[in-house]
């Protein structure tokens, strides 16, 4: 059996594999070859944690694996992590204190023009009133005006009635007693259709398909208006209302059954508008047409308020709307 021996430590091995791992692996081999200035082919390992040396793959890694550097290693890297993540959560919570502090300059100027806003809506509100009052004062005295110019046209107008009769020459007919009387022709004689004022569900589908704002924005007048263009005519487009009486506002008409009644002052015809829903249309149609985007415009808010006012009163005093039917159908 053939040994071999190591020449630097003169051990002996069974085989020259393990021989030459001897010489490339054993320190104190390795320390011989270094003094003896000898060179050999030897791959050298260093811990990346303590740089201790290790001749093979396997010894290195079973180092690393316990060494106390490594530890040392970890936490320092741990700790730069930290230090890190730690730098960029004060920097963010620097934006965060600049940002809260933007933002409350924002809500206190926000607050500010908030308080502003609910003194000016309060100013508003009070203005409103007072111009609320004063449309009605005005509405008021104009009204007392135009009864007063109605009043004097009316007798203006009989005076001319009463002079034009003076002129014309008399028709005589002889009564039963033997009396004689004057014969005027009664206009009333020649209405050829009637109106029913019981029959609300027609005012209504009128009132709702044909009022609209053109009329509201002429007040009472509208009202008399609408009424003489969609419910006082028949299908021959005559009149099946006429006003008898301009001084005194008297109306006659033949009811369902054909007989001629009287509406003194237009009262039967103002509660058929009534009943017919023209004030809730009113009010609806003057609230949709004031407003831009749910804002109210002021401007148109004034025009119509007015009318609308003179609209929902006139139950109470339909001055104006009997004076314009009157003009109207006379």
Known sequence: MTNFICEYCNKTYANKSTLSTHQKSTKRCLEIQKNLNKKNDVIEY???YCNKIFTTRQNIKVHENI????????????KINYETEIKELKDIMTKYETEIRELREIKKDYDYEQKLKNKYI????DLRNTNE???EEIHRLRETVAGLQGELKSANKASECVYDLAKQPKNNITNNNGNTTTHNNNKTLNISGYIDFKNIDKVKEIIDEKYDINYILSGQKGCAQFAAQYLLLDENGKYVYLCT????????????????????EAKKLTNYLIDGGIQEKAKNISLNWCQNDGIIDQEKFTLVSEKQLSIMNIKENNNEFKRELSSIIS
């Open 133 to 135: 009052k004063y449309l």
């Open 122 to 125: 309060f100013e508003i509100e």
């Open 245 to 264: 009486d301009p001084s005194r506002h008297s109306f006659k008409y033949k009811n369902e059954i054909g007989e001629i009644e009287k509406d003194l």
């Open 46 to 48: 260093n811990c990346q």
């Open 67 to 78: 060494c106390d550097g490594k530890k040392d290693f970890e936490i320092k890297e741990i």
